[in-house]
Nanobody, 124 residues
Framework: QVQLVESGGGLVQAGGSLRLSCAAS????????MGWFRQAPGKEREFVAG????????YYTGSMKGRFTISRDNAKNTVYLQMNSLQPLDTAVYYC?????????????????WGQGTQVTVSS
């Protein structure tokens, strides 16, 4: 079991940056692949970025690559999402999630553990 708590969301102007954090409970954090997802109003939840248990493998949805960076600090049981050059279309609730697949996954249903989400709003 792992519990996840996101933080770092807020209101930012277009072109700005935010760093989201996700703190995890438990002593086996490094064995979990981690992912960030987002859900905009009226839309389905979509994959944003994933990272392997060691942090050595990262991957992104195409539109986020180059703007967003996922990382993790296993000593702090925390995964991060650095978001740069934010645009109004990035407005959504952002969720972190944990999977027992060590390499992580792009597939929402493969993540049994979810945080409560943090709101990111980008104004034009």
């Amino acid at each position: 079991q792992v519990q996840l708590v996101e933080s770092g969301g807020g209101l930012v102007q277009a072109g700005g940056s935010l760093r989201l954090s996700c703190a995890a409970s438990g002593r086996t954090f490094s064995t979990y692949g981690m992912g960030w997802f987002r859900q905009a109003p009226g839309k389905e939840r979509e994959f944003v970025a994933g990272i392997s248990g060691s942090g050595g493998i990262t991957y992104y949805t195409g539109s986020m690559k180059g703007r967003f960076t996922i990382s993790r600090d296993n000593a702090k049981n925390t995964v991060y999402l650095q978001m740069n050059s934010l645009q109004p279309l990035d407005t959504a609730v952002y969720y972190c999630a944990a999977t027992t697949y060590y390499g992580g996954s792009r597939i929402l249903s493969e993540y049994p553990y979810w945080g409560q989400g943090t709101q990111v709003t980008v104004s034009s």
